[in-house]
């Protein structure tokens, strides 16, 4: 059923479309990924446009700052208001980012990374657990950038990011252009390091641009995606056999609708044709 | 990490960042994987400063202006910075933190007295465009009596300020000082609005919140109640006041 509903390439819905987006009917926009932070306590005018969209569209839901694999306690009064938002927006599902977002009860409005070692793990583990225990849907992480490894490392990403999903036993967002940049920053092979992960937990894909500033390579969310990653995308998708939805993000340097919609739709022409060489059937 | 990416001393991280790493206890092979990656470190403390200075300067370009002419913007950052005071993982509370900040420190009010006026000012309107929407109150009617309570809707906002902080802009950010009344309140379709008040409109508004109109207009020395009852009647119609509730 979530597989009927949710395929194809949908957009992050963002406070600059709102407008447009309550007044079109026929956007061709096949989901929205919406962040309940941004809407959750909100008012006013823009508020109440988002709200009818995500009552009328089909939505998946991204959180940004709950983190998971830090050590302050769960604001429980936002896990509550966040779980009424799942029921509401009937999302099949909720995605966090594996990483750290606060330290001592201090949020740095960042995804940071964790240590690559056993103890983080464990956990981390244990803390996906809790949070899963305390959701109305099934918990998806996603694979972040990183720009640094935060202390000596007992592992490498992809041993961790494994060890997590599997010791929790949850889904993944994979982030193609994620796995791109940490690819160009940290010199290795995408397709290699991607053939070495547990492909069967991928429920969804981010794919987004990105920019080099000095010798590192930053995911900024401000540029078009580039070929390259669109080609990662579409090897996934053939990998995966199956037509998981891409989500399309875009958070700086945000243009107008209309363009945001052209690479929409150029990036849905790319998955089908991803999915027509897989030989797998999409409604 | 919070240390690393927030404290002043960007040069001592940049020359060292396994010192950083000393300072938190880390162990020797923690402390060469910071300084092996003096550069990402570097990174994340530009990319965390600037999640949550970028608000501050979208939402207060005024006091940025001001703080700038006289060199004091970055102080002002660091300080706010240093004081680690954003708890909410909501984007959008990283600048009502930063006024909250203002008020406990009184950071550079005595040089500026006017300036937690003047932020305060600044983010008025978004605080009110983007109060959190609730339930219209019951038991309440829409045509005032002088027996009545005024009932303000929700968002609204009455302030007064002692400098005209309202009419200042980047150009000239040094406001006069001149008492100053507002309401800011959000209309029907749910956009900020704000309104100049004469100091008896805002005490009246005030007082007849928790006593009748009729006797907190004889309080303020207002004999003829017609003007007010009309005033109250567009300041409904416009959405400021959500209504008015007999006096028990």
Redesign the interface.
């Known amino acids: 059923m979530t597989q009927d509903r949710y395929t194809g390439v949908g957009l992050g819905l963002r406070r600059p479309h709102l407008e447009l987006v309550a007044q079109m009917e026929g956007h061709g926009v096949p989901f929205w990924e919406t962040c309940p932070e941004n809407v959750i306590g909100d008012g006013g005018n823009h508020h109440r446009l988002a709200c009818a969209i995500l009552d009328r569209d089909p939505v998946l839901t991204h959180g940004l700052t709950i983190s998971v694999g830090g050590f302050d306690a769960w604001d429980e009064d936002y896990l509550h208001d966040l779980g009424d938002f799942l029921i509401r927006t009937e999302t099949p599902w909720h995605s966090e980012h594996l990483c750290f977002t606060s330290v001592d009860a201090n949020c740095l409005h960042e995804l940071l990374p964790l240590p690559f070692t056993r103890e983080a793990m464990r956990h981390t583990i244990a803390r996906v657990r809790e949070l899963q225990a305390r959701l109305p849907v099934p918990l998806l992480l996603e694979n972040i950038t990183y720009y640094a490894e935060l202390g000596a490392a007992e592992m490498d990403e992809a041993d961790f990011i494994t060890g997590v999903l599997e010791g929790a036993d949850v889904g993944w967002l994979l982030d193609v252009n994620n796995v791109y940049v940490n690819a160009l920053n940290f010199g290795f092979d995408p397709k290699e390091w991607l053939a070495r992960m547990p492909l069967d937990r991928v429920a969804q894909l981010h794919i987004a641009g990105h920019k080099k500033f000095g010798a590192i390579t930053v995911d900024t969310h401000g540029a078009e995606v580039i070929d390259p990653v669109i080609e990662l995308m579409q090897w996934t998708l053939r990998r995966l056999g199956r037509p998981v939805p891409v989500l399309l993000e875009r958070d700086n340097h945000i243009p107008d609708l209309e363009i945001l919609l052209a690479e929409r739709a150029r990036l849905q022409r790319a998955y089908d044709g991803a999915m027509t060489v897989s030989g797998v059937r999409h409604v | 990490?919070?240390s690393l990416?927030?404290d002043e001393d960007e040069a001592a991280l940049a020359e060292d960042p396994g010192r950083a790493?000393r300072r938190q206890g880390?162990?020797l092979?923690?402390q060469?994987?910071?300084r092996d990656?003096s550069?990402?470190?570097m990174?994340?403390r530009e990319?965390?400063r600037m999640?949550?200075i970028e608000p501050l300067e979208t939402m207060f370009p005024i006091l940025k202006s001001l703080l700038e002419t006289a060199a004091r913007w970055d102080d002002c950052i660091q300080a706010f910075l240093d004081a680690?005071?954003?708890?909410?993982?909501?984007?959008?509370d990283?600048a009502p933190a930063f006024l909250g900040w203002l008020v406990s420190s009184g950071w550079g009010q005595d040089r500026w007295p006017f300036l937690l006026e003047l932020a305060h000012a600044e983010i008025l309107e978004v605080l009110v465009?983007?109060?959190?929407?609730?339930d219209p109150p019951t038991g309440i009617h829409a045509e005032p009596r002088p027996e009545d309570l005024v009932v303000l809707d929700a968002?609204t906002q009455i302030v007064s300020y002692t400098h005209a902080v309202h009419r200042v802009s980047e150009a000239s950010p040094i406001p006069d000082a001149q008492p100053t009344h507002l309401i800011a309140f959000?209309t029907e379709?749910?956009?900020?609005r704000l309104m100049e008040l004469t100091p008896a409109t805002a005490a009246l508004l005030v007082q007849a919140q928790a006593r009748p109109l009729a006797e907190a207009a004889s309080s303020l020395s207002l004999p003829d109640l017609a003007p007010v009852l009309v005033l109250l009647r567009d300041l409904h119609r416009d959405g400021a006041i959500a209504g008015f509730q007999t006096f028990t």
């Open positions: 990490m919070a990416v927030l790493a880390l162990t092979a923690d060469q994987s910071f990656q550069e990402g470190m990174t994340y990319l965390a999640s949550l680690r005071v954003v708890k909410s993982g909501q984007y959008r990283i465009a983007r109060f959190p929407d609730a968002a959000r379709a749910g956009e900020a």
